[in-house]
């Protein structure tokens, strides 16, 4: 079946380090692909995602790049703040009308001053 | 706006006795699912809803669990006879419609805790 696999964590970077957070899939189909970030105490949010091949979703200064060649989704940043502490989930949804999504485990990050 | 609600925030719970959470969705939201977070497992898919249809309950792990939603609105995800593995943090999303594209929007979560 469908499934995400990404890099255990925990990761711990500096303040201003640059990140990479690597996530596979393995899908039938075409599915769309989405990066969700947990903050501490609160609940999940979606961070980007990406509907399609070759598609880059981008937001707060992430990056990830759709890459149907390696299954990959992997998410970037090139400057981390103290603030991007979080857990990050990513996750795919299956093709057709349901839309529910597929987890990865998780990559905690703590991001150090 | 508000968000997805969901409460309790927290239950502890004795082994073999009966929980009900409730998710309250964004308003106007036709798609709702139920998702359980937990150390073991991850992130794992549980039910979903859409308008007034069938529910899919292909990600419920075994019959002593259910789910209703009532007008199209409000849900309420029952485990009966719980057991210790139950414990987890059990999320509800909502989405302005279902399919693969559309944004789902979280609850806090209820966190279960099976003694």
């Known amino acids: 079946g469908n499934s995400v696999t990404q890099m255990e964590g925990p990761v711990t970077l500096s303040e201003e380090a640059f990140l990479t957070i690597n996530c596979t899939y393995t899908a039938t189909g075409y599915p769309s692909l989405f990066w969700y970030v947990q903050y501490p105490g609160e609940g999940l949010q979606l961070l980007l995602k990406?509907?399609?091949?070759?598609d880059k979703g981008s937001n707060k200064g992430f990056e990830a790049t759709y890459r149907k060649e390696t299954t990959s989704f992997h998410l970037e940043k090139g400057s981390v703040q103290v603030s991007d502490s979080a857990v990050y989930f990513c996750?795919?949804?299956?093709?057709?009308?349901?839309?529910?999504?597929?987890f990865g485990k998780g990559t905690k990050l703590s991001v150090k001053p | 706006g508000a968000g997805v609600s969901q409460s309790p925030s927290n239950k502890v719970t004795e082994k073999g006795k009966d929980v009900e959470l409730r998710c309250d969705p964004i308003s106007g939201h036709t798609a709702l699912y139920w998702y359980r977070q937990s150390l073991g497992q991850g992130l794992e898919f549980l039910i979903y809803?859409?308008?007034?249809?069938?529910?899919?309950k292909s990600g419920l792990p075994s019959d002593r669990f259910s789910a209703e939603r009532t007008g199209g609105s409000v849900s309420t995800l029952t485990i009966q006879r719980t057991q210790q593995e139950d414990s987890a943090v059990y999320l509800c999303a909502s989405s302005s419609t279902s399919g693969p594209y559309r944004e789902q929007f979280f609850g806090p979560g209820t966190r279960l805790t099976v003694l």
């Open positions: 996750a795919l949804s299956e093709g057709g009308s349901q839309g529910n999504l597929i």
């Open positions: 990406a509907t399609k091949a070759d």
């Open positions: 809803f859409q308008g007034n249809s069938a529910p899919d």
